[in-house]
Nanobody, 126 residues
Framework: QVQLVESGGGSVQSGGSLRLSCKVS???????????MGWFRQPPGKEREGVAV???????RYSDSVNGRFTISQDNAKNTLSLQMHSLKPEDTAMYYC?????????????????WGQGTQVTVSS
């Protein structure tokens, strides 16, 4: 069982930066279970889409639309997942969600993840 709580969303002008955080709480008793983690987003009126993932081996993967602008990272000591976003564009406006799964190397599809946070809104104005 995993609980995910996102923070860090807000409003920013085009070209600006934001850093999203996801606090991860693991309710697994005495066992430490590694999870693959991901960031997804859902623009208004559109389907949820994968943005970036980090697998249990630390490898990362990004969608073409954010590659080179966004960076996913995790701090296992602080149980925190982050998404650093630079050069933001109006099309990056969306609700951003943190997700987790026990699969060692999932992709960018929403069905691959079993645990989800409530989301944090990012709005980029032109």
């Amino acid at each position: 069982q995993v609980q995910l709580v996102e923070s860090g969303g807000g409003s920013v002008q085009s070209g600006g930066s934001l850093r999203l955080s996801c606090k991860v709480s693991r309710f697994t008793g005495i066992y430490y279970i590694r999870y693959s983690m991901g960031w997804f987003r859902q623009p208004p009126g559109k389907e949820r889409e994968g943005v970036a993932v980090i697998a249990t081996d630390g490898s990362t993967r990004y969608s073409d639309s954010v590659n080179g602008r966004f960076t996913i990272s995790q701090d296992n000591a602080k149980n925190t997942l982050s998404l650093q976003m630079h050069s933001l564009k109006p099309e990056d406006t969306a609700m951003y969600y943190c997700a987790a799964d026990r699969s060692p190397k999932p992709g960018l599809q929403t069905y691959e993840y079993n645990y989800w946070g409530q989301g944090t809104q990012v709005t980029v104005s032109s």
